[in-house]
């Protein structure tokens, strides 16, 4: 891509990490990413004199949702996010053949996702080369809420759902996005680990 074009396209990362665990890089297998933050709504109120008061709603929860191509499950490889979704474990499984068995737990993620033309990139939450467009978005405290396999196209695929309040239990944001211009004089900053 070039700077005239201005234009992210085609290329992208997305990692997820659990909290206090290790980043792990899924672009490989994922097909296509639909991040939806909540509305930030509201209606108006009619007074009796005639007048409007606007009545905010609280912003309900984000959605992440991707479609993946799984292979083998594991998530420490980039595989699969079912293990993600099944068990509560910063430092999933490495072994080669894992069987996991579905918990009651559900673990914290951080998901981001990094849209750059910077060609060098491997990681969502590295730096990024200063010049280079790119834009990142953060979700942090997400919940893997779903998990729907499918042999549609006789092709196995899946569509995972990510989802968590737009809100920390501080009231500071879990939604972060930040980005870089073409030609700048900086880059993105690398992200702190998740914990």
């Known amino acids: 891509m070039t700077a005239t074009e201005g234009v992210l396209q085609e290329i992208a990362l997305v990692e997820v990490q659990a909290i206090s665990g290790t980043a792990y890089q899924f672009a490989a297998i994922v097909e296509e990413i639909t991040p939806e933050m909540g509305d930030r709504d509201g209606e108006g109120v009619v007074m009796l004199s005639g007048a409007r008061l606007w009545k905010k709603t609280p912003q309900p929860d984000y959605e992440i949702t991707l479609k993946i191509y799984p292979t083998d499950t594991r998530f420490a490889y980039s595989k699969d996010l079912i293990q993600g979704f099944f068990n509560i474990d910063a430092n999933w499984s490495t072994v080669t053949s894992p069987t996991d068995t579905i918990s009651t737990n559900q673990e914290d993620f951080r998901v981001v996702i990094l849209y750059s033309d910077d060609t060098t990139m491997t990681a969502a939450s590295r730096a990024t080369t200063a010049g280079n467009l790119s834009r990142r978005l953060t979700f942090k405290h997400a919940r893997m809420v779903s998990y729907k396999e499918s042999f549609d196209d006789k092709v196995v695929s899946a569509e995972v ?20 211009t073409d030609g700048g004089s900086a880059g993105l900053a690398a992200l702190n680990a998740y914990s």
Not at 161 to 180: E, L, Q, V
Request: no cysteine.
């Open 161 to 180: 759902k990510f989802k968590g309040p737009a809100f920390h239990t501080d009231a500071t944001g879990n939604i972060i996005m930040d980005s870089a």
